[in-house]
Structures are given as C-alpha cells and as structure tokens.
C-alpha cells in the first residue's frame, strides 16, 4: 500500500464519540490517506503519558510496515492487526497491538484502530493468580469436601477437583480419587447406595439441585459416618453431567436427631403407659365407688327408711331430720353415680359407637349446645384400650369446644373404611388460631396428639369451610390376619397350637 503525502488537519476533521474515548482499550482515530493522527482516547493520553493537546500536536503518522498495512482493504469495514510500539513523551516504548478498520466520514476516508496492549496476558496471569489465591482461602476455611463431579454419557465418572479437605473427610487422598473414582461409592454403605443413586439420576435429569444423605465407612478410622452432599449440577456439550458442590460431615447432628427421635418415642410410650394406667385405675375406682361406696349407700338409705317408719308419727322434728337424711342420701347415690361415669363410663362396655352415642347426648344435655352423633356402623370392634383412647380424644375436643368455642351446633362423625377408622368433630363455633394451637398451656390439643399417636394414628386441625373448627383423627386398625397373629405372640405358651414337625 503506497502512502500518501501528509494532508494538513482542519477544523472540521472528525473526532472520536464520547463513548470510544473513555474506553478502556487505546483507540485512535487516523486519516486513512496520510495516515495522520486525527484524535485519540483518554486511555492512549495515559500510555503515552501526554495529553491529547501535546498528542495531536506532535501528529504522529501509523507507523506500520508496509506489508501490514498492505492486509488493509480499501473498502469501509475492512480489518487488519498490525503490531507497533508506540513512544512515550519520556522516549521509552511499549508493544502494542492495534485492529485496525476502515471507516468514512463525509466522504472522508479514515481508520480506526483500537490497541490491545500486550501486557494484558501478565496482567491476565496476576488477576488470574489473585482469583485463585482467594478461592484456596475460602476453600481451605470451608468446613468439608469441595469438589466437582461429572458423570459422562457412557457412564465413567470422575472427579476433576477435589479440595484438600477429602482426606479428613473420607480418609482417602485427592490423588487416590483422582485415580479410582469408584471408591467413594465403595464407601457408601450398601443400605444406602439405591438412594445415593436415584437422587443422583433424579438431579441428572432434572438438572436440579444434588441433595443426599447418607452413610460412609471409613476404613481409615474403622468408623461409620454421615455426610451430606450438596451440589448444582450443568450440561457440558459432550453428554456429561457435572456438579459442583461441598461434602460435609454431618454425625454429630445426625446422630442427635436420632436420638431425639428415640427419646420422642420413648416418651410417647411412656406417655401411653401411663394414660393406659390412668385409666386402669379409674376402672378401678369407679368399680369400688359403684359397687362398695354406692352399696353401702343404698342399704344405709334402705335402714333409714325401715327407722323413718317407726318414728313416733307426732314427732314432726325427727321426720324432718330423717327425711333430711334421706335426700342427703339421694345426693350422695347422685354422686358416686356421676363420679363413677366420669371416671369410666359404663357405656364402654358396649362398644365405641353406643359409647360416643351416649356422650354427644349429654354434652347437649349439659352444655346446652345442638350436637348430632352418626356412625356408618352400628358396631365397630376394637380393644377396651383402643375405644377408651379414642373417647377420651372426643371428650376432651368436646370439653374445648363448651369453653372455647362459642359454637351453636357441633356434629360428630364416626366412620369404618376398610382398616381405617375416622373420627371428625366439627363446630361452628370461631375458630382456631395458630398461636392458640402452638400455645405453652395448650395442653388439651397436645393431650389429644399424643393419644391419637399412641393409636397409631395422626390429629390434625382445620377451618371450617363455613367457620369454626374440624377436628380429624384417623387410625389403621389391624387386618384379622394381624389380630390373630397378635393374639397368638401374647397368647401363654400352654394356650398355643402345637407346632406341626418337619
């Protein structure tokens, strides 16, 4: 490309935007047939260490070779890379690259060319070094195994990093998992494989965040642990799949949930021990209070009147005081009597419909409150145990609805499907908040829980589509199969069948 003679700047010669000249790379601006400088960018002001002024003026020309700016086409748009170093006001020089471009401007023909300093690769390497200086500061202060996992399309696995926290927590070395990827599933328990497998297909597939738990031996310590994984996982172009991700132990917490578990069960059957005791005893003394106290009661009220009728019939003050006596009596036979329901109702004995029957009657009764009772069964079969649990849960949500509620209709539901027995009681009375039912002294509901837990079953609360309150239990009762075979495991040796020999 021959160069042309140096055309003198004017006033009108174009400029470079606002924009080109507070970016970050050098761009000047040159006359394409003179090759005069026209303008230039802050940044190419900095490198040169003068400013645009003292850089126009001394209009410098694009020192190229001539086979390089050879590659420059005349059309507009047309692009080439030369390399040129340029020099500083103090007359040291740096290496640059500059993408040059052919452009126009009223019919002006110029040449754009935006510099790629080449110190940018040392640059580059420094930033890049800092980056990972702070990634091995945040990864060796991280509690547990940060890693990378992919899973290729033909099944290989690998892990392509591995922080320096995998020999604490599997108590292999990076390099040995680097080598022998296979070895951390050979570390899973075998209970606990299928699981570590499925979530991690189900996250494959989905894409979705990899979250497990699970069990590892570690043969270095000859000791069991848990440890949670943790990871997002992306698509590579070729079909593998890799997460990244961190690797905790998690023991310590996982062994005290496990332990709080087996206390809750603990309690809850230390709980059910005693209600069942508790109830135990009140059949005990509702028996002695009706038999023994209202025995005795009804023969002092049978002496009494035997005495009464041989009083002297003119001895108004002595009928007075016998027949004081004997409704002193009555209130007492009264008493024991309502004591004795209270304490066990005697309708149990003839089953959980007739006895829930019977309660809804006098909660209406007593309470003033309309209450219907209906059952799909005339007769429901279960244990003495069993039907006194499940009419202590109605007596008591009866109980909070009279104090709480302010209902005007209650309607209790009774219901056998199958192996499953239901039990609604609904109100529509004004509800229940949640801060009522998570209340310290909200020891009706959690009383109600605990029973229907100790029966297998589950509690739950709801509102009333129209207001008020649904209460809901539900429990599996044992198949007959399950009965007999219950039966049989409690039954005393003698009473069992005899085994058939081999």
């Known amino acids: 490309m021959k160069k042309p003679a140096a055309m003198p700047e004017t006033a009108t010669a174009p400029r470079l935007a606002a924009a080109m000249r507070a970016a ?5 601006l040159y006359d394409a047939a003179s090759l005069i400088l026209l303008d230039a960018n802050d940044a190419a002001c900095g490198n040169r260490h003068a400013t645009r002024e003292e850089l126009l003026a001394a209009a410098p020309a694009l020192q190229v070779p001539a086979r390089q700016l050879a590659a420059l086409d005349e059309a507009v748009g047309a692009q080439a890379i030369v390399h040129v170093q340029p020099q500083r006001r103090d007359g040291s020089r740096y290496s640059l690259t500059l993408h ?9 023909a110029l040449i754009l060319a935006v510099g ?15 980056v990972q200086s702070r990634f091995n500061a945040i990864v060796s202060n991280t509690p547990g195994l940060v890693y990378q996992f992919c899973l290729h399309a033909d099944g290989r696995s690998a892990f392509p990093y591995l922080s320096d926290g995998c020999q604490a927590l599997l108590g292999l070395s990076p390099a040995q998992l680097h080598a022998r990827p296979e070895l951390f599933y050979q570390l899973i328990l075998a209970d606990d494989r299928a699981s570590y497998l499925d ?3 189900a996250s494959k597939t989905a894409l979705w965040g990899w979250n497990w738990e699970g069990r590892i031996w570690v043969d270095a ?9 943790r990871s997002t996982p992306r698509a590579l172009a070729d079909g593998t799949v890799q997460w990244e991700g961190i690797m905790t132990n998690i023991t310590e917490s996982r062994l005290e949930q496990i332990e709080v578990r087996q206390s809750r069960a603990r309690l809850a059957e230390l709980t059910a021990h005693i209600d069942k005791v508790k109830e135990h005893e009140r059949t005990r003394l509702a028996r002695e209070l009706h038999d023994d106290l209202g025995g005795n009661l009804t023969a002092i009220k049978m002496a009494l009147a035997m005495l009464a009728r041989r009083l002297p019939p003119d001895d108004a003050l002595l009928q007075e005081k016998a027949e004081y006596v004997d409704a002193l009596v009555d209130r007492s036979i009264d008493a024991v009597h309502r004591i004795s329901l209270d304490l066990r109702p005697s309708m149990l004995d003839l089953g959980i419909v007739a006895a829930l029957d019977w309660q809804v009657k006098e909660f209406a009764r007593q309470a003033g409150i309309e209450c219907q009772f209906t059952s799909n069964r005339q007769h429901i079969e279960l244990e003495l145990d069993q039907a006194t649990s499940l009419f202590r849960i109605a007596q008591e949500a009866l109980t909070n609805i009279a104090k709480h509620a302010q209902a005007s209709k209650v309607a209790v539901r009774l219901v056998r499907q199958r192996q499953h027995l239901g039990l609604s009681i609904a109100d529509n009375g004004v509800g229940m908040r949640l801060s009522d ?7 009706g509901i959690r009383g109600m829980t605990e029973r229907a837990s100790a029966l297998g079953g589950t509690l739950s609360l709801m509102d009333a589509p129209d207001g008020g309150t649904i209460l809901s239990i539900k429990i599996r009762l044992a198949s007959p199969r399950e009965a007999i075979i219950a039966a049989a495991a409690h039954a005393p040796a003698h009473a069992r069948p005899p085994q058939d020999a081999a």
């Open 24 to 28: 970050a790379p050098e761009i000047y």
């Open 100 to 108: 040059l471009s052919r452009a126009s401007h009223q019919g002006r």
């Open 116 to 130: 790629d300093d080449l110190r940018t690769p040392q640059a580059t390497a420094a930033a890049l070094e800092q």
């Open 199 to 201: 979530s991690m297909q």
């Open 221 to 229: 310590w000859k000791d069991v642990k848990w440890i949670n994984l």
């Open 437 to 443: 039912r998570a209340k310290p002294q909200s020891f």
